[in-house]
């Protein structure tokens, strides 16, 4: 005989209720990602298949050791090596590249992007072909906005060899554009910019030297923040966050004591890659958009440029919603290095003091910012300050 679920007398058993206030959301994550040491030389043959493939490397890489390896992993399947522009590219450079690109007769269908983000989102630009075959309407279509269908398309292996910006798995390319007196930082974003596939290989971050493993670093912490409070947060990307901001906030330090240490640069791929999976449905915020003008006119470091400000910004996010504040406060609590008996509000002065430990200024007037209510309100209504929660402040 069945059971019913109620019976007469009994109470009922109460139904979850909505959140208050609570979006629809959804989640978009096309990449095939690949973790773990020896993910480069167990899947890239097996990533491009039997396509032909050139190779974009960062510009330090050319003629050294991990070019040789790189060709001997394709084969025959290599269709050239390209070097990647340095640090920060810019409409100009890629305008270079993508000309001599898309003139050559190089066979491939495929582009391995292997360095930083500045060498993937290079790639990014890159894989799309013009229908002229030129790069006017790619140009009009970073710097005016017009519309561009590209004529043909390369796909994209990302390989990382920094733990950090995240570029291989979302479809953003920044490039800074200094055709103008101030310059512009502009972002190419489509649905055709995707990689196809991401092979992160923490065994490449081991070269890194000291100033980029904590820029990059600092890149990661500020993607996985920026993701907590933002206007288009939501379940998927808070999991992926809290674990990325725990994983550098106890990680990053050791690190830079020991950064020969394998565990130590894989913990920091992990957090780095959560990271990047958080902000590739959330985008950035405020931390963002104040960093851009620092590193395009005062060559600020990126990494130091979007991560000064964050206790300040984390500052101006308290109390602008109580499910927010629960998920910073997640955030610490599993950070092995802060009390887990401390007022969750003074989280901001702890971020500082975590900061500082690692040689990093919070102070807006060491970065030419003399006044951080003016540097905030100035830029409160850029693209990724508006997905700020506090942004209306």
């Known amino acids: ?129 013009t229908p002229a075959g030129g790069f006017s309407a790619l140009r009009a279509h970073l710097r005016e906005g017009t519309a561009f269908e590209p004529s043909a398309r390369l796909a994209l292996i990302a390989v990382p060899t920094t733990a950090g910006t995240g570029s291989e798995v979302t479809p953003w390319a920044t490039l800074w554009d200094r055709s103008c007196a101030k310059g512009v930082k502009r972002s190419l974003h489509r649905a055709d910019t995707w990689p196809e596939a991401a092979l992160v290989d923490p065994t490449l971050t081991l070269s890194c030297p000291a100033g980029l493993t904590l820029a ?9 923040l920026e993701a907590i409070w933002n206007r288009a947060a939501n379940p998927y990307s808070d999991a992926l966050a809290v674990q990325a901001a725990r994983g550098v906030l106890t990680t990053l330090p050791a690190l830079l004591d020991a950064p020969q240490s394998l565990p130590l640069r894989e913990a920091m791929s992990r957090a780095a890659l959560l990271a990047g999976l958080a902000f590739a449905q959330t985008r950035t915020a405020l931390a963002h ?48 290095s802060h009390d887990p008996g401390a007022d969750p509000r003074d989280a901001p002065q ?44």
Request: glycine share 10%; charged share 20%; net charge negative.
């Open 350 to 393: 702890w971020l500082e003091g975590w900061l500082a430990a690692l040689g990093v200024s919070t102070r807006f007037a060491d970065y030419g910012l003399d006044d951080p209510d003016a540097a905030i309100r100035a830029v409160l209504d850029s693209p990724r300050a508006r997905n700020f929660i506090g942004a209306e402040l």
């Open 1 to 129: 005989m069945s059971r019913d679920r109620h019976t007469a007398g009994s109470p009922a058993r109460a139904l979850p209720q909505a959140v208050p206030g609570a979006l629809p959301w959804s989640v978009h994550q096309p990449v095939a990602v690949h973790v773990g040491c020896g993910t480069l030389d167990e899947r890239l043959a097996e990533r491009v298949g039997d396509r032909r493939a050139l190779v974009l490397i960062y510009p330090e890489a050319i003629g050294g050791p991990l070019q040789a390896r790189l060709t001997t992993l394709l084969g025959d399947r290599c269709a050239g090596v390209i070097a990647a522009p340095a640090a920060n590219p810019d409409v100009e450079s890629l305008e270079a590249l993508h000309t001599a690109l898309w003139s050559s007769d190089h066979g491939a269908s495929c582009l391995v992007a292997v360095g930083g983000g500045s060498t993937i989102d290079t790639a990014k630009g890159l894989a799309l072909g």
């Open 216 to 224: 990059s670093g600092l890149d990661a912490l500020s993607h996985a």
């Open 289 to 336: 958009a104040l960093s851009y003008d620092l590193t395009l006119m005062r060559g600020t470091p990126h990494g130091l440029a979007c991560s000064f400000s964050l206790p300040e910004v984390w500052r101006r996010a308290q109390g602008r919603s109580v499910e927010r504040d629960a998920v910073l406060a997640q955030v610490l609590s599993g950070s092995v």
